[in-house]
């Protein structure tokens, strides 16, 4: 699918940025008071290059030397572009860790490019704090892991073989639907909250965490609905591209809404994996097209039955 390109703005001359490497290997790109257009990329004249940009300034560095990359926003709506449209942006056999701090405004992570072809597996962990989390993409021993805060949306239409997302340790509710149409294809979203659930089944919600066996009450009032109170929301991730999606709870009791009536571009599966804990899955509409299966759900339902409560 056609990807966002970077769009390189109006020059805003006043600003001091800068992009910094040190003696062991850090660049340090950090931005101004309004947006930036952070890109990280290979070098499209020279494989063996890593480069860094910052809407008007460019810095390239042999991509051997570089050992991370930390980038950090500041006020104004940043975007960060992982570009691997020139190549996977990596170190062969090696991690190579990117931090992204978005601190104040609306903060975007993009992710572009076919990485020259290789098959990635990706994953998504969200973090306990609201806004933040990790998404490495890996192939064989070489890894690109974005460790994120103050991020407010991803946009991941990069290729990859399997796309994992996983929920912190404690009650998520996900949703999975559909992303906006975009250059005429289907997209998928996954929304991801920290809830806590409200009123009377509360009590309840603690014990199943506990591991307490009284298990079935739901399974007898399956028309119950249960409301939930939403406590962090997490950048949601809008994806294209990713052949096998499997979306899991992680810990703790979890409530996993699947409403996606349309395929997104390039999936073929869809997994919902509750994890540990008692899960619930409503199953509302799975994405023709695709192979659609659940494990780790205590509860399934194919109608709503839990509600996030806006405050
Ligand atoms: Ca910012
Ligand atoms: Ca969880």
């Known amino acids: 699918m056609r990807s966002h390109v970077p769009c390189i703005d109006a020059l805003e001359p006043r600003r001091l940025l800068s992009i910094t490497i040190d003696s062991h290997g850090v660049v340090r790109a950090t931005g101004g008071p309004d947006a930036d257009n952070f890109v990280v990329r290979i070098d499209a004249d020279n494989p063996d290059n890593l480069q860094v940009h910052d809407t008007v300034v460019v810095q390239t560095y042999a991509a051997s030397r570089v050992k991370a990359i930390v980038v950090q926003g500041r006020g104004g709506d940043d975007r960060l572009f992982v570009d691997n449209s020139f190549g996977f942006v990596a170190r062969a056999g090696k991690k190579l860790p990117i931090t992204f701090a978005g601190d104040g405004g609306f903060d975007q992570i993009i992710l572009l490019g076919t990485a020259g072809g290789a098959e990635l597996t990706e994953q998504h ?7 933040a989390g990790a998404l490495s993409n890996r192939t064989g021993n070489t890894t690109q892991l974005v460790t994120y805060a103050g991020t407010d949306s991803i946009i991941d239409f990069a290729p990859a073989a399997k796309m994992t997302v996983v929920g ?34 509360k009590k309840k919600d603690k014990d199943d ?42 810990k703790g009791s979890d409530f ?11 999936l073929s599966s869809l997994v919902i994996d509750g994890g540990k804990a008692k899960d619930r899955l409503a199953a509302r509409a799975a994405p023709p097209g695709a192979s659609f299966s659940f494990v ?3 509860q399934a339902s194919s109608q709503a039955t839990f509600t996030l409560d806006e405050l």
Do not use: C, W, Y
């Open 125 to 131: 962990t969200l973090a306990n704090k609201a806004n």
């Open 296 to 298: 780790g759900i205590e």
């Open 256 to 266: 996993l809404d699947v409403n996606m009536p349309n395929q997104p571009l390039g």
């Open 209 to 250: 965490d506990q591991g307490d066996e009284d298990d079935d009450d739901h399974g007898k009032h399956g028309a119950r609905i249960v409301q939930l109170v939403k406590s962090e929301a997490f950048a949601p991730i809008n994806f294209a591209n990713k052949t096998a999606v499997v979306v899991s709870g992680g």
């Open 168 to 201: 912190n340790s404690t009650t998520n509710l996900i949703n999975v639907t559909n992303g906006p149409v975009v250059t005429d294809q289907n997209t998928g979203l996954i929304e991801a909250f920290n809830v806590k659930v409200r009123g009377d089944a």
